[in-house]
């Protein structure tokens, strides 16, 4: 089963950041994330998810591929390629791997302008290594299915970086 933490940040760059070291972090096998997908609020209001992995370009892709080699077989691989990348984009389209894109945008309307959040879909986790690194990069839970002793400490490790730097 995995878990979903949202945590807000005062800017895009913050949390862009954040979802990098987690990345390294997974390629030391310290956390396995289903997705990880970065939201912000324009000043106009609206939210642009930035999303690592895109459904409809895959889908175009491998569309193509699929559809130039039966256009072979019809002696017609263009038409067939073209054709299979519009189907495959638009099956990618309808498809929401992840995390729910509507819950993802409704969750982002409650951040201030300008203001980012990031969105993490955690299947394994080496909970105390990770939480040290999350020490020290600011952020505020928004939302969480942690347990309370899981979510405290990660409120803590966030508090005490948002403590540190509030100090002259």
Known sequence: MADLLVVSFPTEAQAEEVRTRL???QKEYLIELGDAVVAVKRPDGTVKLNQVFSPAAMGAASGALWGTLIGMLFLSPLVGGAIGAASGALSGK???VGINDAFM???ATTLDAGHAALFLLIRKVTADKVLEEFRGIGGTV???SFDETKEAAL???LAAAQDAARKP
Do not use: H, I
Request: net charge neutral; aromatic share 6%; glycine share 0%.
């Open 94 to 96: 309808l498809t929401d």
């Open 23 to 25: 990345f390294a972090m």
């Open 105 to 107: 945008k409704d969750v």
């Open 155 to 157: 409120r803590e490790a």
């Open 142 to 144: 928004m939302r969480s």
